[in-house]
């Protein structure tokens, strides 16, 4: 049962062009939606989050849009850069009452054309 | 940022031994840390919650005989990988999560194969 998911698997976009990674969730319970970026062999580094009580966070050339109506958040890089080239996962979090725990999308692959 | 280190970052062992890995927040002190594993082209795959001075929380699915995580200080996590199949490998990535910031932050993994 995948709650989290991202049915891109992979996304091309030539350097200067907006990117617009997509993931959909399941669980109403996610209070909270992570990006991350991950190179093969590395473990993930954080991008940005949003919290479910807003539609819309900003930071540099990363925005995520949150639509909890469609349970829909996607991730938009403009522009989009060659170093952007990687997989991104979205996650989403629930509190359990010590951390949060998080459920990861299945990626998608960004490559960053010139 | 905060960083977390795992130890060794890849190790080759012989089907029927066991492995242990080490996870180590560097400048936080963490009472939880996660396990995940990621097969090639999936997604990463939470294992378990490992709480400080308590048992570790296995999702659905984990063997916790077979998976052995101590949490025995604020820095350090450790998962066993007992009697280690060739289906166990994998890449094993911790997290760490600083209470202070709410935020969880990812240890570099360590590869495994099993031969």
Redesign the interface.
């Known amino acids: 049962d995948q709650q989290v998911k991202q049915n891109s698997p992979s996304l091309s976009v030539q350097e200067g062009r907006i990117s617009i990674l997509n993931c959909d969730y399941t669980n109403s319970m996610f209070d909270y939606f992570l990006w991350y970026k991950k190179y093969p062999a590395e473990g993930p580094t954080f991008l940005i989050s949003i919290s479910s009580i807003k539609d819309k966070n900003e930071d540099g050339r990363f925005t995520v849009f949150l639509n909890k109506s469609a349970k829909h958040l996607s991730l938009h890089i403009v522009p989009s850069q060659p170093g952007d080239s990687a997989v991104y996962f979205c996650a989403a979090s629930v509190f359990t009452g010590t951390a949060s725990k998080l459920t990861f999308g299945t990626g998608t692959r960004l490559q960053v054309t010139l | 940022?905060a960083v977390?280190s795992?130890h060794p970052s890849r190790v080759i062992c012989k089907s029927g031994t066991s492995v242990k890995i080490e996870c180590r927040s560097l400048d936080f002190q963490a009472?939880?840390m996660?396990w995940?594993r990621q097969f090639p082209?999936?997604?990463?795959?939470?294992m378990a919650?490992s709480?400080e001075g308590s048992k570790a929380t296995y999702e659905q699915g984990v063997e916790k005989d077979k998976f052995l995580i101590n949490h025995a200080s604020l820095t350090l996590s450790t998962l066993t990988v007992t009697s280690a199949h060739p289906e166990d490998s994998s890449?094993y990535?911790c997290?760490a999560?600083d209470?202070a910031k709410?935020?969880?932050?990812?240890?570099?993994?360590t590869?495994l194969t099993v031969l």
């Open positions: 940022g977390v795992q009472t939880t996660f995940y082209k999936q997604s990463l795959m939470l919650t709480n890449f990535i997290s999560h209470r709410d935020t969880q932050y990812f240890g570099p993994g590869r």
